[in-house]
């Protein structure tokens, strides 16, 4: 997947993508103005260049993501850890808990996942 960045802004505007998908344009622009008072071009505009980022189509004047919300966040995830840690998922999570300790419930529920992941779940 090519590395796709969000600002603020953008990722506002992809979050109401993804919670209300499939939508067409004309909702997409009456939500925009209602949570962010967008205009309609400026709608226009910032989903234009999210389709060409490859995160959402425009076909028809139906708006659909390309990547689910998860799947968008994962990458981002695994590129921040590349680009920061050298690719270590030890390094990462080394570092997380040297700032902040885990609960025991948290600890319980890494060692689950790690497990179900382990097995290839």
Known sequence: MKKITLGEVEARFAD???ANAPLSSGELVK???RELNWK?????TVLRKLCEKGLFRNVKSTVTPQL???EFYAAQSEQFVSDTYGGSLPAFVAAFLSRKPLSDAEADEIRRMIDEYRKGD
Not at 40 to 44: D, G, M, V
Request: charged share 20%.
């Open 68 to 70: 689910s919300r998860a």
């Open 40 to 44: 309609k071009p400026t709608t226009y």
């Open 16 to 18: 109401i993508v993804w």
């Open 31 to 33: 939500i925009c103005e």
